[in-house]
């Protein structure tokens, strides 16, 4: 919805309906913390095979058909953490695309993305853990790589890659492994260290 056409359906509303719709989006959001929170604790607890809706729901101290209004299942409930994750990335991956096409030999502009990169995955780094780290969920990893390749790598003109010998595919990929096998690391030792 418009967020202009929004505002002005508030606004026209009477003050009491008003409350009830922020009553009722505290609740949902409220209700997804929840749902947040206990998928954390579960995860923490058991093997993911044993995450149901139910015990899911009861960790929560929801109903099941709560659930249900969010989500249609377990899978669902990953992938919108997985999208939300992407999307924080995004704009980050494209500003430094940009910017290295314009400075493509700045090591300044690639240790401000790595930063900034590693930033996102800290405040992830429970669900970047679970979704990305986990041979069992390997297809975010490989959808994360696509991702992260088709943005930064999709141009290949004035790229400081095209200057060596290794096809750019492989120099994607190399790239994206060694990126991640360090982010493993810093995680797995709970980001002891700054991102800097």
């Not at 939300?84 to 704009?91: D, M, V």
């Not at 300044?108 to 900034?116: G, Y």
């Amino acid at each position: 919805m418009n967020i202009c056409l929004f505002y002005v359906q508030l606004t026209n509303r009477g003050r009491g309906e008003k409350m009830e719709y922020d009553r009722r989006d505290l609740r949902v959001m409220k209700t997804k913390e929840a749902i947040e929170s206990a998928l954390f604790k579960l995860i923490d607890e058991q093997s993911e095979d044993d995450i149901t809706v139910k015990k899911l729901a009861f960790t929560a101290k929801i109903n099941r058909g709560t659930f249900y209004l969010h989500y249609k299942n377990i899978d669902e409930l990953f992938n919108t953490y997985y999208d939300n994750f992407e999307s924080a990335l995004q704009p980050l991956l494209v500003s430094f695309k940009e910017s290295l096409l314009k400075q493509p030999k700045s090591d300044e502009l690639i240790l401000q993305a790595t930063t900034q990169v590693l930033n996102v995955i800290e405040e992830n780094k429970q669900i970047f853990k679970f979704l990305l780290l986990n041979p069992k969920k390997i297809h975010y990893f490989h959808k994360l790589q696509q991702f992260t390749e088709e943005i930064i790598f999709t141009n290949y003109d004035n790229l400081p890659t095209n200057n060596t010998p290794v096809p750019q595919p492989y120099y994607g990929a190399y790239a994206f492994s060694s990126f991640m096998k360090i982010a493993e690391q810093w995680v797995e030792r709970d980001c002891q260290e700054s991102s800097e």
